[in-house]
């Protein structure tokens, strides 16, 4: 059988060429980085959950209008998508202060903010994804003002719906990270569309009796139970692969 081009590989994720023109392969790995690479890990069955619970949370967004790159779940760490011209620039959206915020500002962790914040960083791993301005972005033309109007408009629905969403299993969304992708169709007109992954690798989950943390925070500060907590997100949205923990480790695992 022929191999599949491979295309990229990033710290979680590899895009293969997908079976038609306009498609990718967008395959989960169970690797994990945090700041910016300097601490590596594996979280054993990360990368099936994530694909468990992107398509879950891409779907519910499709559903509502949203439009992302995600077309249909392949196996247990693939998913079909649509090739996008990937915009440079990340949203984070902040509901409550945790991470980078807090300490930014000296703000305790977990204080509501007065309202939900979007924060642009530029994606650029040599420079450590620095946060930017609309200034910097519309000047050095990593994005239009119509680009960022769509991927604010689309970061503030996200958020009302998936604040909800997360809410009715027991879950605070603290904060998460958007990429967005250009998507040209047949008239060469272009749509802003939600693309990468949403999942607890980029999401900030808080259980919402405890506290307790259920996302990467757990990996980037070593507070343990980093599996659990993964397992238990996707348990709780009716995600978690039938066999259980025993299945999470895919294809490879059934020797
Ligand atoms: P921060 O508080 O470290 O800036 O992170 C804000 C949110 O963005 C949090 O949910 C984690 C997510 N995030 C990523 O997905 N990738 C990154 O590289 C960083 C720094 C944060």
Redesign the pocket.
Known sequence: MARRRKLYEGKAKVLYEGPEPGTLIQYFKDDATAFNNQKKGIITGKGVLNNRISEFLMTRLTEIGVPTHFMRRLNMREQLVREVEIIPISL?VRNVA????AKRFGIEEGTVLPRSIIEYYYKSDDLG?PMVTEEHITAFGWAGTQDLDDMVALALRINDFLIGLFLGVGLRLV???LEFGRLYNEHDEVQVVVADEISP????LWDIRTNEKMDKDRFRRDLGGVEEAYQEVARRLGVLPEAGPMDLKGPQAMQ
Do not use: E, W
């Not at 945790?98 to 915020?101: L, N, Q, Y």
């Not at 690798?201 to 900030?204: G, I, V």
């Open positions: 984070v945790a991470g980078s915020i994804d904060d998460f990270k690798d980029n999401c900030r």
